[in-house]
């Protein structure tokens, strides 16, 4: 449903770490798993305004992409920043199972939430038998 890893996104990520010390922290944490009929994925973003929240998803590929600015007016005498800012995306590649017309997102206490619903002819379903004097069903 979900893949679970994208090879390219992860290398790129490291590339980042080691060239760039100041996206070390930059990550987007994620969860997914399915529940039902959907699968629930949770990203933790702390401190964005939902307002800079988007999400795109073209084909199977969901993009998210988030900014945190510096509380600090632009005048401020920095004197600690450990606080990542600047923009935060990560993608998902979406299997063709996964209804993607109907993802629902909620973001609330720094954590976005996406409930994305199995697509209507993934599910299990019944298919009826009929022949001679017996009917049977079969699940298919």
């Known amino acids: 449903m979900l893949m679970r890893t994208d090879p390219f996104a992860e290398f790129d990520r490291l590339t980042r770490q080691v060239l760039d010390p100041a996206t070390r922290t930059s990550a987007m944490p994620m969860d997914a798993y399915r529940t039902g009929d959907d699968f629930i994925v949770h990203f933790d973003i702390p401190g964005i305004d939902p307002e800079t929240i988007e999400l795109d998803v073209e084909r199977n590929v969901l993009r998210v992409r988030a900014e945190r600015r510096s509380p600090a007016p632009e005048n401020a005498d920095l004197v600690i920043t450990e606080r990542p800012t600047g923009e935060f995306t990560r993608q ?49």
């Open 92 to 140: 998902l590649f979406l299997g063709d199972t996964l209804d993607t017309e109907r993802i629902d997102a909620t973001y609330e206490a720094g954590v976005l939430t996406l409930r994305i619903p199995v697509a209507e002819a993934a599910k299990p379903r019944r298919i009826q038998i009929t022949g001679g004097d017996s009917r049977k069903q079969i699940t298919g």
